[in-house]
């Protein structure tokens, strides 16, 4: 109001001057006057049209100033009032530490989460990982305290740390790897040759035998079980289960085992289990290369194949196992000193003109007898021996 009154009075000022100089001049016509007074008004109008134009630019950006200077303090306070809601109500532990790393402050949370008499006290005896992860500078780290599991911050610049409790992300996350599917791949390995001498009837009955003590133990974890062949078969199931097989440790090789010497036959099992969050056909390349992988160690035992995790093994009490070249050497090793042990004397005897290999042969199983403590002979034809021998 005082800018218009001071406008006001400096038209009226100038306004007055021009009336006193009036007479001083001497205009010979109307015209003359009419010009000039003309002129006056032009010069009066640009300055008060200038006027008014700086004056609203002022206005206008005192009004933005006083505008934002209100947001600012109005922000303010509520920016004081979300800081101390973090403080002291969210549930976010905050804890600050002194050079020594002892306890200077700790919020309401932070106390709840350890004890409420928390300030003052050494971090390493409070939470010895806390400790050790301000000793080494350690930002992000998680911890698990009294069931409960916690995400942790530290700012090492003001030796604060953040604690952001996420039991249910963890506990979700744990639900869902319990979920992830798992393959496992069995193999009644030397099943043909240790029923070929059977009649149909024993077959089919030690066969039905073996598959239905698979398919109960199959059944005790939730697993699908399906054969594709007599001594092939898959087994489908979930992450969870597979933890309980391997916790149980694979108890299936013990059924198998004792179904083989209740029926005097070389059978076990070898099987390959993996778990990962991949698609089933990369699934499967992992449970055959689990499989294979036994089958290689001799067989009669498991091996998984777990995501993140190594490679673990189970079973393995016995040699026999698969038809693998390996494998078959050991069951045939077997074979051979289960009739050395059934009788009372051995005669080894190699093929006609034997050479080197069939008289390499001829002493090994004199050397199996012998450490069975058997009477043992062998028998060759001098005369008719390979010459490299």
Do not use: C
């Amino acid at each position: 109001m005082k800018r218009w009154l001071f406008s006001v009075i400096a038209v009226i000022v100038f306004a007055f001057s021009i009336y006193l100089y009036i007479p001083y001049f001497k205009f010979d016509s109307t015209k003359q006057l009419l010009a000039f007074v003309l002129l006056m008004g032009s010069f009066v109008l640009i300055f008060v049209t200038i006027y008014l134009s700086l004056n609203f630019q002022a206005r206008q950006k005192a009004k933005t100033l006083q505008n934002r200077l209100a947001m600012w303090t109005k922000l303010s306070y509520h920016v004081n009032q979300v800081g101390d809601e973090v403080f002291n109500e969210l549930p976010i532990g905050i804890i600050a530490l002194d050079d020594d790393f002892e306890i200077k402050w700790a919020n309401p949370h932070a106390k709840s989460i350890f004890d409420p008499k928390i300030t003052g006290k050494d971090l390493k005896d409070v939470h010895p990982q806390l400790h050790m992860a301000a000793m080494n500078n350690k930002v992000q780290f998680s911890i698990q305290v009294k069931n409960e599991s916690y995400d942790v911050t530290y700012r090492p610049e003001y030796r604060f740390f953040y604690l952001f409790n996420v039991t249910e992300r963890e506990k979700i996350k744990a639900r869902y790897e319990e979920q992830i599917p798992a393959l496992g791949i069995i193999y009644l390995d030397n099943l043909d040759e240790a029923i070929g001498s059977m009649d149909v009837q024993e077959q089919s009955s030690l066969k039905g035998e073996y598959l239905a003590a698979i398919a109960d133990w199959a059944n005790k974890y939730d697993g699908f079980l399906k054969p594709y062949s007599d001594e092939r078969l898959i087994v489908v199931l979930f992450r969870k289960d597979l933890n309980r097989m391997i916790q149980d440790k694979f108890e299936i090789l013990d059924k198998v085992r004792l179904i083989s010497t209740q029926n005097q036959v070389r059978v076990s099992i070898s099987m390959g289990a993996a778990s990962w969050d991949v698609d089933y056909e990369e699934l499967g390349i992992y449970a055959q290369n689990a499989v294979e992988l036994a089958e290689k160690r001799g067989g009669d035992q498991v091996v998984v194949n777990i995501q993140n995790q190594k490679i673990a093994y189970f079973g393995a009490k016995n040699d026999a196992s698969a038809k693998s070249s390996r494998v078959g050497v050991r069951i045939n090793a077997q074979t051979i000193k289960d009739f050395i042990d059934k009788s009372s004397a051995v005669y080894v005897m190699g093929h006609n003109q034997a050479d080197l290999d069939a008289f390499g042969s001829m002493i090994a199983v004199y050397h199996m007898a012998r450490a069975s403590k058997k009477p043992v002979f062998i028998i060759f034809d001098e005369y008719k021996i390979d010459g490299t021998v």
